[in-house]
Nanobody
């Protein structure tokens, strides 16, 4: 079992930045690949970024490539999502997820999820 708690969401103007954090507890954090997903109002949950267990390999959705950066600190059991040049269309609830296979880009493949943190980008 892995427990995940996201933080760092909020309201920001377009062009601004936010850093999301996801703190993990339970099983050894370093054995899990970590993903970030988002779900906008009335939309399905979609892939944002994923990072492997060591932090050496990452993948991004095309819509965030070059603006968002996923990273992890295994000593702190935390994964981050640095979001720059935010756009109104980035408005969503952001979720972190954990599982051992890598890379997993489909939400249904993940066993462990956080509760989500709201990100709202105003125009």
């Amino acid at each position: 079992q892995v427990q995940l708690v996201e933080s760092g969401g909020g309201l920001v103007q377009a062009g601004g930045s936010l850093r999301l954090s996801c703190a993990a507890s339970g099983q050894p954090f370093s054995s899990y690949a970590m993903g970030w997903f988002r779900q906008g109002p009335g939309k399905e949950r979609t892939f944002v970024a994923v990072i492997n267990q060591s932090g050496g390999t990452t993948y991004y959705a095309d819509s965030v490539k070059g603006r968002f950066t996923i990273s992890r600190d295994n000593a702190k059991n935390t994964v981050y999502l640095q979001m720059n040049r935010l756009k109104p269309e980035d408005t969503a609830v952001y979720y972190c997820a954990a599982d051992r296979p890598f890379p997993l880009l489909v939400p249904a493949r993940y066993d462990y999820w956080g509760q989500g943190t709201q990100v709202t980008v105003s125009s």
